[in-house]
């Protein structure tokens, strides 16, 4: 289901470790909503500013596929956990330092993002404190 001009829910269920990990993972209605507001007021604005690609590398995981990944905290927001009203993605693009650039622009939108310099990517995540001052890390 498209969300965006350039994003489509599907893209938030992905791993390239473990793709037999995600046949069984969906979106609640309130999942799906969360994903559409992440993309509608972060992400698709971020792409429009950078004029760039942004991959998304990790979205929703199921627990199972979350074990799987080496380093995962049994918390995280990737698990879109209903009382926290979390969410989370990973993602890439051709210039990370623009893009958490953009996010330090817009720190009142999410509650976390680090930039992991090693493996390129940017992890984001938080919807549930939407107006209030993400925290920002370079790893």
């Known amino acids: 289901m498209r ?12 791993s390239e470790d473990h793709p037999e990990l ?3 993972i969906s979106f ?7 994903t559409r507001c ?12 950078l004029n760039a690609r942004i991959d998304i590398l990790s979205g929703k995981r199921s627990l199972e ?11 995280s927001d990737h698990l879109y956990k209903p ?9 890439t693009t051709s210039d990370l330092a623009k893009a958490f650039e953009y996010l330090n622009m817009n720190r009142t939108l999410f509650k976390m993002a680090y930039m992991n310099t090693r493996k390129n990517f940017i992890h984001l995540s938080g919807l549930d404190n939407l107006w209030g001052r993400g925290t920002l890390k370079i790893l």
């Not at 969300?3 to 992905?14: A, G, H, Y």
């Not at 992440?38 to 500013?49: G, K, T």
């Not at 596929?65 to 918390?75: K, R």
Request: charged fraction near 30%; hydrophobic fraction near 40%; aromatic fraction near 10%.
């Open 65 to 75: 596929l979350n074990n799987a990944i080496p380093g995962s905290h049994p918390n």
């Open 28 to 34: 609640t209605p309130m999942e799906a909503e969360r």
């Open 3 to 14: 969300i965006s001009k350039d994003f489509w829910r599907e893209e938030f269920i992905v």
């Open 22 to 24: 995600l046949k069984d």
């Open 38 to 49: 992440l993309v509608l007021y972060l992400l698709q604005p971020m792409r429009d500013h």
């Open 83 to 91: 009382e926290r009203k979390s969410i989370a993605c990973d993602f």
